[in-house]
Structures are given as structure tokens and as C-alpha cells.
């Protein structure tokens, strides 16, 4: 019994070092997956990696049934030092503003990226553009708040 939890805690040690070792989160998200045609829906793109691991490439995601609004990235650079050893974290997000041209079920495909040669891609989202709410428009305007005129 005492040998199997030993080659067990082995095994959990390994997989850790592993996943310490690659250390990469390549993600995005959408603000919400279900819009009306008149709103807009911002795509965020998230890598998070070691900065001892080189970057090669971006290739940002494809979503030809939205017009692009606004693009706009941040870079965050987190140095720690602990017993003496340094390290770096980077990370990188990517986010674009799309509003879509018509109603349906449409699909922003997968962003990609090359680190230390090895290709991550982002998993493929879709977003329903549906009806706009009956009486959206009279619900804003019904009641002018006090100090303004309409």
C-alpha cells in the first residue's frame, strides 16, 4: 500500500513539473453569447505565458459576419523572485469590439499563436444574434429622468 501512494504522489509530481513546464494559457472569451443586431459583442483573447518562452506569432481570429469596431491590446509584464530565483510572467490580451451584421447563429473562429514552437489555437465561440426586444426603444424613453428633456 505504501509503495502504491509513493508511485502515486511520483505520478502527481510529474504531471506537475509537466505543467509547469509548458505554462501556457491561450484562451478567449466572448461578453455575451447571445445579442440583439443593434449591440456589440467584444472578443477577448487572453495568452498567458513564461517569458523565458520565446513568442513567434498572433494570428488574430476570423469573424466575417461582424464588422470589426475597435481593436486594442495590453501587455503585463509580473517579475517575482522567491529563494532567489527569478521569473517572468507575460500577459498578453487582445480585444476587439465586433457588431454583427444581421440576425442568426454565427461563428468567430479560433485565434492562433507559435510559442517556443509549439502552435495554440483558442477554441472556435459562437454568438446568436436574435430579435431585438419588442418596445426596447418606448421602455428607454417612458420615463425622462429629472433635470433632462427629451
Do not use: C, W
Not at 502527481?12 to 456589440?40: K, M, Y
Amino acid at each position: 500500500m505504501r509503495t502504491l501512494l509513493t508511485m502515486a504522489a511520483a505520478v502527481a509530481l510529474i504531471a506537475t513539473a509537466h505543467a509547469d513546464a509548458s505554462g501556457v494559457r491561450f484562451e478567449a472569451s466572448v461578453s455575451s453569447e447571445n445579442i440583439t443586431p443593434d449591440q456589440q459583442v467584444e472578443l477577448t483573447v487572453t495568452l498567458d505565458r513564461s517569458g523565458a518562452q520565446p513568442f513567434e506569432s498572433y494570428r488574430a481570429p476570423s469573424a466575417p459576419d461582424f464588422d470589426l469596431l475597435h481593436t486594442g491590446s495590453n501587455e503585463q509584464t509580473q517579475f517575482s523572485m522567491v529563494n532567489g530565483r527569478t521569473s517572468v510572467r507575460v500577459i498578453e490580451q487582445h480585444v476587439y469590439v465586433y457588431k454583427p451584421h444581421k440576425r442568426g447563429t454565427f461563428k468567430i473562429g479560433p485565434a492562433s499563436v507559435r510559442i517556443a514552437g509549439t502552435d495554440l489555437k483558442t477554441r472556435e465561440l459562437a454568438v446568436h444574434v436574435g430579435a431585438p426586444l419588442k418596445n426596447a426603444l418606448s421602455q428607454v424613453n417612458q420615463t425622462p429622468q429629472p433635470g433632462f428633456t427629451l
